[in-house]
């Protein structure tokens, strides 16, 4: 149980282009999902949190307009990297996480590359 | 503020000996503790948590961790590590209140060397 997916697990684009990442939690659901960025050999950092149906919360530092984040039902987050530049190339992994519940459960992430 | 500190950023051990990672967080609040390990290349998985009761919580794969309130601490330890425990791990705290963010060490690379 508690498995997250994410789509696509690479990607490479144009600088300018936008680019969507999709995670779905398949057997629960999750009220509450999360976006982090990762570099290379260093820990996690969360970019936002969202809710079911509520807009998401940046952390300090990440451009709301740069990363949408839609969290439109209980299985379901996308995060959108819009006008992608190259340093916007990363590892980005999301979490899911059920109602009244402590534990993030992660997808396997995605890589982007921006070219 | 509250903050993880995870003391080794790279543990180097051969195989069949026993390891710890060491994991200290710093909170005036009461927390809930995780360790994750990542694979290369891919996402975190949770390998064990404490939430309450007995602070001394084990997973699948034979690890252990052991809440220990009064030194703040949360290590990791297994008694006979094998050539696939070779792993980034990392020790995570998140709080009763508020958002419920996982704050997360800086991790630590488990190099199991035959």
């Known amino acids: 149980g508690a498995v997250v997916s994410q789509h696509p697990s690479r990607v490479i684009c144009k600088s300018g282009t936008s680019v969507k990442i999709e995670c779905r939690s398949l057997d629960f659901q999750a009220t509450t999902m999360f976006w982090y960025r990762q570099f290379p050999k260093q820990s996690l950092m969360l970019m936002a949190t969202s809710n079911e149906g509520s807009k998401a919360t940046y952390e300090q530092g990440v451009e709301k307009d740069k990363f949408l984040i839609n969290h439109a039902s209980l299985t379901l987050s996308t995060l959108t990297v819009t006008s992608a530049h190259p340093e916007d190339s990363s590892f980005y992994i999301c979490?899911?996480?059920?109602?009244?519940?402590?534990?993030?459960?992660f997808g396997p992430g995605t890589r982007l590359t921006v070219t | 503020a509250q903050s993880v500190t995870q003391l080794d950023s790279q543990v180097p051990v051969f195989e069949e000996a026993p390891v710890e990672l060491r994991c200290n967080y710093s909170?005036?609040?009461?927390?809930?503790l995780f360790w994750y390990v990542q694979y290369p290349n891919q996402g975190l998985q949770l390998l064990l948590k404490?939430?309450?009761?007995?602070?001394l919580v084990e997973s699948i794969n034979g690890f252990e961790a052991e809440f220990n309130k009064s030194q703040t601490s949360f290590h990791l330890r297994k008694p006979s590590v094998h050539i696939s425990d070779t792993a980034e791990y990392f020790c995570a705290v998140t709080f009763s209140w508020g958002a419920q963010k996982l704050v997360f060490g800086q991790g630590t690379r488990l190099t199991i060397n035959p």
């Open positions: 979490s899911a996480r059920a109602d009244r519940a402590y534990e993030q459960y």
């Open positions: 909170s005036s609040v009461s927390v809930y």
């Open positions: 404490y939430l309450s009761g007995s602070t």
